[in-house]
């Protein structure tokens, strides 16, 4: 009798067992995450596994260590989460954060580079160090990890190019990334864009363009790109700088001159500026500059490789952001006179 009971109580132990392990087995995945009023960061890393996410999460009191990897494991998830940063608000489950680890969900940021931009621009707008209060600038240094952006031989190396100035060869627009990432990789993208993009224009460049190649298409939008924000004025803008390419006349154009002063450059362009010689002092030297001066967008490699047709030689600024436009010297000295000097 006594064997009996003890039978009966194993029994109905192991099946008490077996049920609660079902009630665990379907009630885990739903195990309610504990997420903080302000809604909860949770940073994945590279290369760290289940054990540090779950160590992680039961410090930030989101749920204990042996319930996330319970879930994880029930999930199949243990090798399939996703480095990034990852954002979290109430109410979510800790199958909820999992699945969103897994699929990799990860918060992004936008960081902007402009049009016309240089690639030292670019190197202080990615930088840690940056501390100039700007708001982009703030958040583009607080998305790339630390001691991420590479030298420029490095980057070179990085690119698999075989130029010392990179300048020009990155594409200016708004990117997504995730807080931590390297920098290098955001240049990397940059890049590809860039010839994706010059590839598209010259593969649309005028029959009869002056430009030898892909890269002296480059420079010339990096030009176009500095002489004018107005996208409506770059084609003719274009087509002034291609007439002279065609003719021999010099380019004589500010910004390349700004670019060979580099830091010396203090906001005024001096005459003596524009008499000293320098490989980007087109007033001096014929023909293009040697590499870009800046990063074009799409509107200027467009106007440097297929600009309208036109007999124009000069433009000056109006004073609202458009051009004037001239065919010949007469007319130039009268729209200076009018636009610049007010006569």
Excluded: C
């Amino acid at each position: 009798m006594k064997k009996n009971r003890v039978v009966r109580f194993a029994l109905f132990s192991l099946v008490a067992l077996v049920a609660f392990a079902a009630a665990a087995w379907f009630a885990l995945p739903h195990w309610p995450a504990t997420i903080p009023q302000g809604g909860l960061n949770v940073s994945v890393r590279q290369g760290s596994g289940l054990a540090r996410l779950a160590g992680d999460l039961q410090r930030l009191e989101v749920a204990p260590s042996l319930v996330v990897q319970a879930v994880a494991r029930l999930r199949g998830s243990a090798r399939k989460l996703r480095a990034g940063e990852y954002l979290f608000e109430s109410p979510q489950t800790v199958a909820d954060i999992l699945a969103a680890i897994e699929a990799g969900n990860a918060r992004q940021l936008a960081v902007t580079v402009v049009e016309g931009s240089r690639l030292a621009d670019v190197y202080r707008l990615f930088s840690s160090a940056d501390g100039s209060g700007d708001a982009a600038g703030a958040t583009a240094a607080a998305t790339f990890a630390r001691g991420s952006l590479p030298t420029p031989t490095a980057l070179s190396a990085a690119l698999g190019s075989d130029l010392q100035l990179l300048e020009g060869y990155f594409f200016p627009d708004t990117y997504f990334v995730a807080p931590g990432s390297s920098a290098t990789t955001l240049l990397k993208l940059m890049h590809k864009r860039m010839k994706d993009e010059l590839a598209r224009a010259w593969e649309q460049r005028a029959v009869d363009t002056p430009l030898k190649s892909p890269y002296e298409a480059l420079i010339l939008a990096s030009i176009i790109e500095k002489e004018t924000g107005r996208d409506s004025d770059r084609p003719l803008v274009g087509s002034v700088f291609v007439n002279r390419l065609r003719i021999g006349m010099r380019l004589q154009t500010d910004p390349t001159v700004i670019y060979g002063l580099g830091e010396r450059f203090d906001g005024n362009l001096r005459k003596v500026d524009l008499q000293a010689d320098t490989p980007y002092n087109t007033y001096t030297r014929n023909g293009l500059p040697p590499t870009p001066i800046a990063l074009p967008g799409r509107a200027s490699l467009r106007a440097a490789v297929a600009p309208p047709a036109s007999e124009f030689l000069y433009f000056v600024a109006r004073g609202d952001g458009t051009s004037e436009f001239s065919r010949n010297l007469a007319e130039h000295n009268r729209a200076v006179a009018k636009y610049q000097l007010g006569r």
